[in-house]
């Protein structure tokens, strides 16, 4: 009975790590959309770049986090 508790138990944390990686994939997919489209959107108002500038840092430090 110790033993199908222990294989049940490594079963759960290898369902857990998967479920964890591909939560993890989603959130990079997500982030690199909207990289790609900060990166593609054009303006000539240095407010509205500025605010692309900094949400495009904010992008890419999540975006090392999860790498």
């Known amino acids: 009975a110790a033993d199908l508790t ?3 138990a490594v079963l759960d ?3 857990r790590n998967g479920v ?3 939560k993890r994939e989603r ?3 997500e982030l ?3 990289r790609e489209r ?3 959107e054009r303006t000539s108002s240095p407010v509205r770049r500025a605010a692309l500038e900094a ?4 992008i890419e430090s ?6």
């Open 6 to 8: 222990a294989s049940g």
């Open 32 to 34: 690199d959309l909207q």
């Open 20 to 22: 964890e990686r591909a």
């Open 27 to 29: 959130q990079k997919q």
């Open 62 to 67: 999540r975006l090392a986090l999860l790498s």
């Open 38 to 40: 900060i990166l593609s």
């Open 55 to 58: 949400a495009l840092a904010d």
């Open 13 to 15: 944390a290898a369902k």
